[in-house]
């Protein structure tokens, strides 16, 4: 079982920041990767960020590019989102994942993880 706590949702103005923090516990040894996805009401769930445990190869959708910033610790297991210029368009619940199967790989996928954290409601106001 890995436990997935999230913190540094708010509300935010365009333009501003935001940093979300992920901090993963439990059977944390098995880890292959770590994503942020998020999802606005009456939408999908979309990719966002994500960085693989071992490697800690990064990838980003085409939307937050350039704004957004994935970190990890690799000594707590946390895993970081920085989101700077921050546009009316990112609001939604931001959701922190973990794949402890390291099966798939394609890290971009919902499922591609099986552990996901509670989310976290993120606003910007134009």
Not at 52 to 68: A, L, T
Not at 70 to 98: F, G, H, W
Not at 99 to 116: A, E, K, L, M, P
Request: hydrophobic letters at 35%; a positive charge; glycine letters at 12%.
């Amino acid at each position: 079982q890995v436990q997935l706590v999230e913190s540094g949702g708010g509300l935010v103005q365009a333009g501003g920041s935001l940093r979300l923090s992920c901090a993963a516990s439990g059977r944390t040894f098995s880890t292959d990767g770590m994503g942020w996805f998020r999802q606005a009401p009456g939408k999908e769930r979309e990719f966002v960020a994500a960085i693989s445990w071992s490697r800690g190869n990064i990838y980003y959708s085409d939307s937050v590019k350039g704004r957004f910033t994935i970190s990890r610790d690799n000594a707590k297991i946390t895993v970081y989102l920085q989101m700077n210029s921050l546009k009316p368009e990112d609001t939604a619940v931001y959701y922190c994942a973990a794949d402890t199967q390291g099966i798939i790989h394609v890290y971009t996928r919902v499922n591609n993880y099986d552990y996901w954290g509670q989310g976290t409601q993120v606003t910007v106001s134009s």
